[in-house]
């Protein structure tokens, strides 16, 4: 962020200002000379009674309060005068009055005070040491850390001025409450200047580098004559500007001539209000209630307008608990949460919420972003508004810091509706709740909670065509472009068990059928619904296409074979296979796991048996990809598998004239570490991919470039070696991108790293600047391959591979 750019987010009331002593320069005191700074303090303290002088304003000030010919009284009068300013620069002026959102300095004078009085702004100076955090809107806070000599007495210097060293290390800045304060506003604020603070404070300092994304935002203003050591110290901490006060006072009013507001009262970033616009043209469609149910999209025009119309048309059925949560959290103020697992229905149960808190004469406030603008835009929200308010937080573990700020600073009175997820509430209630020092009301519901009347009408609803679930389940039911079933959880296993344990399932079906009150989605589920019935009744997928077309009395005509086709995938041969995906559908909660695995393996060997080698690597795949189908299936269990079942037909003609299966059976073999079976398969495989057509080898060379390389380092180096990394670069620079080579050059790329970590010892200097120079040259290749978006982390994984092979050969 420029500098212009900081001073553009301070004059939009979006920063909060750091003064040190460096700000002082140019102004006068009651003793018509300079404010002292650090250096005049030492010079003070350093009383040529007290003997030899002292290096640390600090150390000497406490020898000076000690020494019985001084003492505390002597400089409390003398220094009073010394802080009070009688005059000041205009360049002083412009920088206070801008629209900071809080002041806090260590200066112990009073020309921040002068200078907003000057100005016209009303403020409230604080003494960190005693004055509590009032946070007034209508009021700039200047918070003086270390005291100010111009409001109080002698009898008070001991205790609310830190100037000895001793009084810094009694109550360092971080175990005061206005650390905390200043935490929050360095991450919600736009800007955060410091003028002439040289970041002595080792607790200021620590907390620049712990908040996130600060350095950014963050601009030290220091005198013109900083050498480049005090420059080069401070910019750890953000953008250091060695113009001086006067300079940057200049800059400002440059900036005020042409600046434009941001931020206006009706224009917000962070919240948008909820409100409800009826369109007399406004209907409930099926597409609207799909979009509910599927996706959680809520529009809560149609949830009014369903009670409105006299055709009893439904768009959503309100959740039990609204109505009682209602009643609890709309007694002002109160905190209400909400939580359950993930896709649950969180989002649409506080959506029917914010549609009855609307109608009860609240002002309903969603926060969608989080930023530094959220804080300042509550705030406008809290001064403008007539209503009771209530803002709403969803994910709140998002929004701690905020949240807290708001319990411990605001006493408008405010009601919060916070939501998110079982595990995250259980881990931040406690957090929120120490924060809520007022003792507002605190009220919690439970989402996962379903009634057996609200299984029931949701059942019936999901079949209807009307989709009448006012929430969205846990669970995503169809992706209609990738026709992949997943997410199924406990409460969609709650609805379809009752469906399928009830009759209500085929006599809906034989009721509504091709009728206009069944759309395509609705068409859709019941067939989900079929296959999942037929799952049970433990038929492999061949099977249930014969149940589907074969005129079975139940489903005879009731499916046409290409919506069939749209959920179970047919391979290159017409026949039925298992996608991954639909794999681990099948491994969630609605089965047991035992049922499945065995269920599987009889669905893989019944494609076998009508001639497909495609199930095997789909599940073996699955396997590699899928943790929970790793419980039911090691890779190894599935080489043993493949090894069985192909030693038995691998004398047939359709298997011995197909090359991806004799690679198949190869990878197999190499995963044993059976070199001879595994050259041989590959050999084979090469064999029958040269007696068809236009078949382009690139899986196979992939394949046999890692396993010649795996050997290598198996068997100890050959001669051959070269020729190898050679042929595997060759491969890798031709073929990356070619879309049947799905990830072997990624493995390769890992390989190649493997090989050259092993034979690093053995390489000339040739040798290991040909090889650097081939692994530079895919590492190129792979960074701007389309294969990354495919496989990301076997990308990543091989790109780092290849660095560390080349930082090896330097």
Known sequence: MTLDELISMALDGRSILFVGSGFTIGAVNENNRAVPNVDSLLKYFNASELGKPFKDYRTAAERYMRDGRFGAARAYAELKREFSVKSYASFHKSVISLPWKRIYTTNYDDLIEKCLNSAGKPFRSLNAAKDADPYERDKVSVVHLNGNFSEMGCLDFDSLIRLTESSYIAERFSQRPYFASFRNELRTSGAV???????????????????????????????PAADEEEIYSLSKYGLVAPIGVEKFAKEIEKQKLTHQPVLTKKNYYCLRKFTIQPNPFDRITDRDRYDLYVYGVFKPQLHLLQDSEASGSVYSVERDGVRSFLGKISKKPAIGYVHGDLASGKSVFVQQLCCELDRTNFDVWLVEKVSEFLLEEIESVLLNSTKNIIIIFDNYELYISEIRYILEQYKTDVSLLLSSSTHLHELNRATVSRANSR????????????????????????????????????????????????????MMRDVLLYLLDSKYIENRIRQVFN????????????????????????????????????????????????????????????????????????????????????????????????????????????????????????PSSVDDEIIGFYDQVKNMNFFRQNPYF???????????????????????????????????AFQIDHFESVVRLEYLMDNGLTPKYRGDVEYAVKILETQIDDEKTKYYPLRLCVTLERFVSEVISNLSRNDKKFISDAILRVSRVVETSDKKDDYPQEAGTAIERLAKAARLLR
Request: glycine share 6%; net charge neutral.
């Open 193 to 223: 200047v410091f003028v002439g603070y040289s970041m002595a404070d080792i607790d200021v300092a620590k907390l620049l580098k712990d908040v996130r994304e600060v350095e950014e935002k963050t601009v030290l203003v220091i005198g």
């Open 439 to 490: 003792s507002i009301a605190e009220h919690e519901y439970n989402i996962n909670t379903l009634s057996n009347a609200e299984i029931a009408g949701l059942s019936r609803a999901l079949l209807t065509g009307e989709l009448r679930g006012a929430f969205k389940v846990n669970a995503t039911v169809v992706d209609i472009e990738n026709i992949v079933v997943t997410r199924c959880r406990r």
């Open 515 to 634: 009728s206009a009150e069944m759309d395509t989605q609705g068409r859709r589920f019941i067939l989900i619904c079929c296959i999942i019935k037929l799952l049970q009744a433990n038929l492999t997928l061949g099977e249930m296409e014969d149940a589907f077309l074969s005129g079975e009395p139940f489903y005879s005509g009731f499916f046409r074979r290409n919506e069939i086709k749209a959920i179970m995938r047919f391979d290159e041969f017409g026949h039925l296979s298992l996608s991954p995906a639909m794999a681990q559908y099948y491994t969630t909660r609605l089965f047991d796991p035992n049922e499945v695995r065995d269920a599987l393996l009889r669905v893989a060997k019944r494609s076998y048996e009508l001639s497909s080698h495609r199930v095997y690597d789909s599940l073996y795949r699955a396997c590699m990809q899928h943790g929970r189908i790793k419980e039911l299936f090691s």
């Open 662 to 696: 004799w690679l198949q059976y190869a990878i197999a073999r190499w995963h044993k570490r059976e070199r001879d079976l595994t050259d041989s398969c590959i050999k084979l495989a090469r064999e029958a991919g040269e007696r068809i057509a236009g078949f382009k």
